[in-house]
């Protein structure tokens, strides 16, 4: 186990907004104890849209509140069959989940529930955030007008990028079926510090940085005024870009470091498509994201912290992780010429290294 992840106490949020949507849709009196449902009906029941209520209920199920006997089918733990049977327990979870908490944080994360009821499968400004927030917006556009927050956010984001195992990007992108002076265009990339790290390992690539806001006080110290930055073995320059508008360099590889989650389902599909007619036949795209796996394939502890991450999403973008099937999904819908070629999985982190081509 992870230090880290033992000490987090992201979860705890999480399993409160479980709670409060098992109490308000009043999930555990919507079928009997002893009774085995699928998730379909039990949506029908209940009220709430089916994706949102397994990832809901599976996280949940990592605390023993529900659990899935066998892949989409449901059915009553001990605690659950008290939320059924017993007045008291009932009254004390409603207290919790609407009461206590929302006193204890200020009504912050509560309204995420509140979010799923008023916009269902939501955009990235009609989430449990934009709500708390009181904002049209979503996160990134709204932590814009709050300098002192964007910058612990993203204070935040640089603190998760020391924790990258190199290695394992470099032994999972085929860099060695480019010749000297491909491009790698790091989309997304922030400050660099992924394609800082890999030009020193390949020196013969070519490395571009595309953000939206580069802030040169963020740039490394040997950068010059062009944006250029010579390493030991190496060169990487940076461009400001939209990966919502056209992609307008040609290069060999594109790389999106954890993205795609952080958008709902539409927008990544339009991220995706603005890079289509800059591919070639040998270009790659190099999706290295978070990874859902199947129910009851991983460690219980795995299977918490993902499907923490997977709620986190939800409460801040109205967005998902996505498991393999899914991924297979959004790229159909992108473009049915896409293909997943291969997929690597990291044993010790939860992201995995999709390697996807565009074929003519």
């Keep these: 186990m992870v230090p880290e992840s033992i000490l987090t106490l992201v979860g705890l949020a999480n399993d409160v907004l479980c709670m409060q949507v098992i109490h308000r849709y009043r999930i555990a009196q919507c079928f009997r104890h002893g009774e085995i449902i699928v998730f379909d009906e039990l949506s029908g029941r209940c009220g709430l849209n089916v994706i949102v209520l397994k990832r809901i209920l599976r996280l949940a199920m990592t605390r023993h509140v529900f659990s899935e006997p066998k892949c989409d089918f449901v059915a009553h733990t001990a605690a659950t069959r008290l939320l059924v049977e017993d007045e008291r327990t009932r009254s004390f979870s409603g207290i919790i989940?609407?009461?206590?908490?929302?006193?204890?944080?200020?009504?912050?994360?509560?309204?995420?529930?509140?979010?799923?009821?008023?916009?269902?499968?939501?955009?990235?400004?009609?989430?449990?955030?934009?709500?708390?927030?009181?904002?049209?917006?979503?996160?990134?556009?709204?932590?814009?007008?709050?300098?002192?927050?964007?910058?612990?956010?993203?204070?935040?984001?640089?603190?998760?990028?020391?924790?990258?195992?190199?290695?394992f990007i470099l032994n999972s992108v085929p860099f060695c079926l480019y010749?000297?002076?491909?491009?790698?265009?790091?989309?997304?990339?922030?400050?660099?510090?992924?394609?800082?790290?890999l030009a020193k390992q390949l020196p013969k690539f070519r490395f571009l940085v595309q953000d939206t806001a580069l802030d040169p006080s963020s740039l490394p110290s040997t950068a010059t005024s062009n944006g250029d930055h010579n390493t030991d073995r190496g060169a990487v320059s940076w461009q400001v870009h939209d990966f919502?508008?056209?992609?307008?360099?040609?290069?060999?590889?594109?790389?999106?470091w954890n993205i795609f989650h952080n958008w709902p389902d539409a927008q990544c599909v339009w991220i995706l498509r603005q890079h289509v007619p800059a591919m070639r036949p040998a270009t790659r795209l190099i999706i290295d994201d978070f990874m859902l796996h199947e129910p009851l394939t991983v460690s219980p502890f795995e299977e918490r912290r993902r499907r923490s991450m997977d709620v986190t999403m939800l409460v801040y973008f109205g967005s998902h992780e996505w498991t393999i099937v899914e991924w297979q999904r959004i790229l159909g819908e992108a473009d049915p010429r896409f293909r997943l070629e291969k997929v690597t999985t990291d044993p010790k982190q939860p992201n995995a290294i999709l390697e996807v081509s565009l074929a003519c």
């Excluded at 927030?133 to 990134?140: P, R, S």
């Excluded at 919502?244 to 999106?256: E, G, H, K, W």
């Design 179 to 197: 010749a000297p002076r491909s491009l790698f265009v790091d989309v997304g990339g922030g400050n660099g510090v992924i394609s800082l790290c």
């Design 97 to 167: 989940c609407e009461e206590r908490f929302p006193a204890s944080t200020r009504v912050e994360w509560p309204v995420s529930v509140e979010a799923l009821v008023k916009y269902g499968d939501s955009q990235s400004n009609q989430s449990g955030f934009s709500l708390a927030n009181n904002t049209k917006y979503g996160l990134y556009d709204e932590l814009k007008r709050w300098p002192n927050r964007l910058e612990r956010w993203n204070h935040d984001m640089s603190a998760m990028v020391v924790q990258i195992d190199f290695h």
């Design 244 to 256: 919502f508008s056209p992609q307008t360099i040609v290069a060999d590889i594109y790389y999106f």
